[in-house]
């Protein structure tokens, strides 16, 4: 047997029952230390999903997931080595699929069972991560009065201190117009666990995703950053450079000029972006990783909607050290906060996760590793700040998006009183650098060919962006949306959506 090499081995039962056979099952995982923590214990129904053989269960087995009653996902020790079983099969990879497709609720476990072995496997020689961040979104809402069709900013932030969570409103740029003064002191007084990021431009339809030129993408981002800068002047509020794409929808040729702007990341679903980017072939990791980071691009923080299977989608995120934005709507909170008060719940519940604003989780999207009194860093985003730990008299910086070819870029390190290291390369790899008594770096990897906002002339005026917005306000603010929508319900509005084709999947 191969247990007998010493070796952790992971099996796949010989005879999984028929694949065609499909239904909706329920999902109960164990609570045995194989687990990671956010699976233990955890329930959920799972539709359209595929049956498992029972696994049969010998003395000391542990059982790590039931469907339906049926044990499916089994540990046992062997000769003195773990022994971990599956009842459902493996995936068959084609060279176009992504681990994206096989992690969605209704097909996670024919692949989960393996990634938390490798996991076990390799936990001791890992990049290690910093807490995985987690933020509440809300999309829409424009900053005029208190209270946003079901939404009150108040009771939004009075429920943040006591709930202990940390909620960020993707705004439309084109509503920075005016600022209440009585939602203008909620902020400030609730700052950073209330916070603003961008919401497009004009919030018109796919925006970030029709076809567009160079000239007319780093338009109509330069006017986003302006109407928010001009926000944060006047009203005296601070901003994230993250951009929170309307629609879910964004296509891949907006990240280079989002990198040459400043903009700090970009807030998408793996599902949407492979829609908008059918031609763009990406790597197969796509979905698994905590990031998305290429060349000349802004990150792509994965980004969950509220729908009927959003808590696995939520503790698979945290499974995958990915951080954690829930997107809601004003309508979410039609019948109270319960989707907030269960998301508050599952991220406080969970080891090693804790709450920041968008920025805050952008500049936490980085591995490390210590080796003796060298700290490496590998980075997940362009802008980081790193907690440093005593003992480290040296840094080195892995840039893994760049392959020694000639794209270089300005890399910056800064302690909390100096610059400690700034040059231009196209490495991989640098370091080691030392470092001075600072416990927090800022690491950056900019573009040379970075663009003042100021300096780019703003889009044609067009009066459709204003009248869709007055239109979607008066709706929201009517409370008629929520019906036109039927959205709302005592289950938290739940939404469905395809794992088999894109043509269903959920929207705005």
């Not at 999903?49 to 009653?69: K, M, R, Y």
């Not at 003796?372 to 003992?391: E, M, P």
């Amino acid at each position: 047997m191969a247990a007998s090499t010493g070796l952790p081995v992971f099996a796949v039962a010989a005879q999984p029952s028929t694949a065609a056979a499909r239904k909706s099952t329920r999902i109960r995982f164990g609570d045995d230390a194989a687990l990671s923590a956010c699976w233990r214990g955890y329930c959920c129904e799972v539709r359209d999903s595929a049956i498992g053989s029972a696994l049969e269960e010998a003395v000391g087995d542990v059982v790590l997931a039931w469907q339906d009653g049926v044990p499916i996902w089994t540990q046992r020790r062997v000769v003195g080595v773990n022994v971990m079983m599956a009842a459902l099969p493996l995936p068959l990879f084609t060279e176009r699929d992504f681990i994206h497709d096989y992690l969605w609720p209704s097909e996670l476990l024919h692949l989960l069972p393996l990634l938390q072995f490798l996991r076990n496997l390799t936990r001791a020689e890992d990049w290690q991560s910093p807490p995985t961040p987690a933020c509440l979104v809300v999309d829409d809402p424009n900053l005029h009065l208190r209270t946003y069709g079901y939404l009150d900013f108040q009771r939004l932030a009075d429920d943040a201190w006591a709930q202990n969570f940390f909620v960020s409103i993707a705004m439309v740029p084109l509503d920075s117009w005016w600022i209440g003064r009585e939602v203008r002191e909620i902020f400030r007084q609730n700052a950073p666990r209330i916070s603003i990021l961008l919401h497009g431009n004009n919030h018109t339809y796919e925006e970030l995703a029709c076809p567009a030129s160079e000239a007319e993408i780093l338009s109509l981002l330069s006017e986003a950053l302006r109407r928010m800068e001009r926000l944060e002047n006047e009203a005296g509020m601070e901003v994230c450079r993250v951009m929170e794409c309307p629609h879910c929808a964004i296509a891949e040729d907006r990240l280079e000029p989002m990198a040459k702007l400043g903009y700090e990341a970009a807030l998408a679903s793996t599902a949407y972006f492979l829609k908008f980017n059918p031609d763009v072939r990406f790597r197969s990791e796509l979905g698994a990783e905590p990031t998305l980071l290429t060349e000349k691009a802004v990150p792509i923080l994965p980004r969950i909607q509220v729908y009927a299977d959003w808590e696995t989608d939520v503790r698979l995120a945290a499974f995958l050290r990915q951080p954690m934005f829930l997107a809601t709507h004003h309508w979410d909170f039609a019948h109270g906060s319960h989707v907030v008060q269960d998301f508050a719940e599952i991220v406080n519940s969970l080891p090693d996760v804790c709450w920041a604003s968008p920025k805050g989780a952008a500049r936490a999207c980085y591995q490390f590793r210590q080796v003796g009194d060298v700290l490496h860093i590998k980075l997940g985003s362009r802008l980081v700040d790193v907690a440093v730990g005593r003992g480290m008299r040296k840094v080195v910086v892995h840039r893994p998006w760049l392959h020694g070819k000639d794209e270089s870029e300005l890399m910056v390190l800064r302690g909390e009183s100096k610059e400690l290291f700034r040059a231009v390369s196209s490495a991989a790899v640098i370091g080691p650098i030392s470092l001075d008594e600072s416990t927090v770096l800022e690491l950056s990897s900019s573009l040379l060919d970075k663009v003042d906002s100021n300096s780019v002339s703003a889009p044609p005026r067009r009066y459709w962006p204003l009248v869709r917005r007055f239109m979607a306000e008066v709706r929201d603010r009517s409370l008629l949306g929520v019906y036109l929508r039927g959205q709302v319900d005592e289950s938290n509005g739940r939404r469905a959506r395809s794992c088999e084709t894109g043509d269903a999947l959920p929207r705005e």
